[in-house]
């Protein structure tokens, strides 16, 4: 994982509690409204409610990715920063519906037409806009893409390592300057998307057949700690916050870079048609990984803190060069053997997840800095 942000990890944000009108916080309703025993009642009895939400949604996404304009860095002066919040808070929101098992909550709404339609309303403006901005840095078609499974492969790997986001200014800050306070502050953004790829990876196999498979289930059983349950990853990022002693953000503390990366993960892999671009975005997080996940051992180890309480970095240092490999071998070359046509959506995902990661990097890096300002 490097899985730091590449890692989508659900299970660390808590729902925010407490009753609130659709102006107030679409998201805080839209889980309110979900746990209803009997929605279709709900929405008939309140009239107009159905039509409002779905109108919210449909503003705040255009708000925060209005048609006009494509997101370059998240710097850019024009992004209405509270909007694209509360859409991803929301979006998040309905996501999570898929992510889960009915233990507190019963999950009974998940498929309901009006779920599946405020769903569409918040992604549609974001996945416009991702797109376009992958199609702006790159020539991206599937008369340009390499069309030799190998050569692909290849290219797959070129584009990763020459993205803005492979040598970002984060990793050295990380490793040389930041303080305890400010790596903390970092571990806790980090519980956003941490933890719950092992979920993306099992999403991400249905359907597929043969190697593609037999090296997901592999990077599956690794993120198991090879039926360890001491050694298992998610266990692991879960011991790092508990020996620091550190506290997981609500959802509603979050800002708009961390949740997208959240969200591109589950939006990649939970919807069948974006399979390919699944393959892409979880291959992102593989050859990514192991640099970042270095540095963050050298700036934790710096700091004073103990080599037993960022095992779960050392680990991925070291483990995803290996799922890297065998990724771009038996994932990305198989299947574009199998289906030519993956390539583009394979693509897609390498750089939408690539984007995001460099708008929740470009963000903590500023954010950090302004601490000991």
Known sequence: MLKSIEL???????????????EEDLAATLKNLLEEKDLDRVLEDEIGLEEHLIQSARSIARRAYP??????????TWIDHQSRAEMHRALLALYQQHVRIPADSSLANQFHPFTCRLMRELELPWERDMLRRVHASRDLSLDSLPSDPATFSAWFRSTAFSHPLYEHDLYSFVACDATREQL???FRMECAGEAAFDDMVALAQVGTRGEVKMEMASNYWDEMGKGKPQAVHTHLFHRLIESLDLKSPDASELPWQTLAGVNVM????????NAF???????AVELLAPQRCTRVVHGALRVGMKKKEVVYYGAHAIIDIGHAEGWLDHVIQPQVAAVPDSR???AEGLLARADASLDYFDYCLATARAMSA
């Open 8 to 22: 989508p990890a659900i299970g660390l944000l808590r729902n925010g509690a407490g009753q609130t009108t659709p």
């Open 67 to 76: 048609a006009d304009r494509t997101t370059d860095r998240q710097s850019a």
């Open 184 to 186: 903390e502050w970092f």
């Open 266 to 273: 589950l939006w990649s892999c939970i919807s069948r048609r």
């Open 277 to 283: 671009r699944a393959q892409g975005t979880l291959g």
């Open 344 to 346: 583009l959506g394979i």
